[in-house]
């Protein structure tokens, strides 16, 4: 039996912080389900008429503020910059319609207002192999606000507008821009700017820093709808997704839990809760797609090694004497299984990357004296997106077999779930170490 499995078994090993390995991300007072998050503000930033010069300027500026974000494009403009569109799908942002060539939608005939939409969702096809947004085409916004309800029938998807419009066309100014829609958001709001917008491009950081100080989550309306309980439908007009009491946490960690038993690492989550390696939240829920934190995840392994919970000083600041973590995190920076993130700091609540997780396994096969074959990284398609510090260990551990690729990528910046944890647990469980006698 593997020295693993036994301390396993002899441990009668649980894991009850953070809520059972899960992170709460709501007050559990006024909610009936983890999946809830009440309180939580949410509203949705959209740019019109791109893609443009500025296009790349404004997606850094969301990706380094942590922000997505919704483009209602026009058609004749993104074969100029196709990049651009690609990118917007790539990292996660919601592209939609604003027709191909900009009219007046209300002054055009039911065949051109097909037409120009038609021809619009069809470069946004060609160029991100994407067909439309949930159950429907790509939202649309129309220019000019010209609409009606011949319109809106000819459409035949979402049409949205917004509540707060940032006039940026017109005012040019990057001061303005915060200070105005900070003042006038307000919870469920949709943000109205311009992709061609110098200024708006400029002040995008400020502005996302603002409203996120404000306590908003920045989203893409379709994301809005979604978190709001509002399932969109074809030829209707919205403007807001306001708070009626349906609260949900982001559609990207949901899962139905009535039905667990179709989710690809069921048979995982079963063995680990068998074990007492992981349980569910104070709701009964497991919260499959819920990420991992580093925290989490250092208190694994140091319990299955038997590290005691012993008051220890770990250095780092935000795992002060006294913490669920502590004694875990001292034992696996002395190993160099785990180290920090930088300037005295663990990373204790932040969520445990692919490619961190990789170094970490590699890092404990070694120190339980496993020799990893050569593993040619090519193997992944998104091989150079992996940091230099990280590729021997995701070389090694792949070659174990411990965590792999997502189809042909190895998705390296992507979170690490609990889904994902229970499956590597078992694997390790199952793995044979060094020194661990045949019984």
């Not at 409203?211 to 209707?236: C, H, M, N």
Request: with cysteine; aromatic share 10%; proline share 5%.
């Amino acid at each position: 039996m593997s020295r693993l499995r036994a301390r396993i078994l002899a441990l009668g090993l649980t894991l009850v912080v953070v809520g059972a390995l899960s992170v709460s991300m709501l007050p559990v007072t006024y909610a009936a389900s983890e999946y809830d998050c009440p309180g939580q503000k949410l509203a949705a930033l959209t740019f019109d008429d791109g893609p443009s010069a500025y296009s790349d300027q404004i997606l850094d500026a969301l990706r380094d503020h942590g922000a997505k974000a919704t483009f209602f494009m026009n058609g004749y403009k993104m074969w100029s910059y196709p990049d651009a569109v690609r990118r917007m799908a790539r990292e996660g942002h919601q592209v939609a319609n604003h027709t191909y060539n900009h009219p007046y939608l209300a002054q055009c005939t039911d065949q051109q207002i097909r037409q120009e939409l038609d021809a619009t969702a069809q470069v946004i096809t060609s160029l991100t192999g994407l067909t439309g947004t949930g159950e429907t085409g790509f939202y649309m916004r129309p220019p000019y606000f010209s609409y009606n309800e011949r319109v809106l029938a000819a459409a035949g998807v979402p049409v949205v507008w917004c509540t707060v419009d940032s006039s940026d066309w017109k005012y040019q100014s990057a001061d303005r821009l915060v200070s105005y829609v900070s003042s006038q958001l307000q919870d469920g709001g949709i943000v109205l700017m311009h992709e061609t917008v110098k200024s708006t491009a400029q002040g995008l950081g400020r502005l996302i820093d603002t409203l996120k100080a404000q306590g908003y989550e920045l989203v893409t309306v379709d994301e809005l709808f979604w978190r709001r309980g509002i399932t969109p439908q074809p030829s209707t007009y919205y403007t807001s997704a306001p708070n009626t009491g349906i609260n949900r946490c982001a559609r990207a960690l949901y899962f139905d839990e009535s039905k667990l038993d179709t989710h690809w690492a069921y048979e995982s989550i079963c063995y680990v809760k068998e074990k007492g390696l992981m349980t569910g939240n104070a709701y009964g829920e497991f919260t499959p797609n819920f990420p991992l934190t580093r925290g989490m995840f250092v208190t694994i392994l140091g319990r299955m090694e038997g590290v005691e919970d012993a008051g220890v000083d770990t250095g780092f600041a935000d795992v002060p004497q006294g913490h669920y973590a502590a004694p875990y995190v001292a034992w696996a920076k002395e190993k160099g299984i785990m180290i920090g993130t930088g300037e005295g700091f663990f990373g204790v609540d932040r969520p445990i990357t692919r490619q961190e997780l990789a170094v970490t396994l590699a890092r404990y096969g070694t120190m339980r004296g496993l020799e990893p074959e050569p593993f040619d990284l090519t193997a992944y398609q998104d091989h150079e997106q992996i940091a230099e510090w990280a590729k021997q260990g995701v070389a090694d551990c792949s070659a174990l077999g411990w965590l792999k690729g997502v189809g042909e990528n190895f998705e390296p910046l992507g979170n690490t779930t609990r889904a994902m944890g229970a499956v590597i647990l078992q694997r390790l469980c199952e793995s044979t170490f060094p020194g661990d006698s045949q019984e």
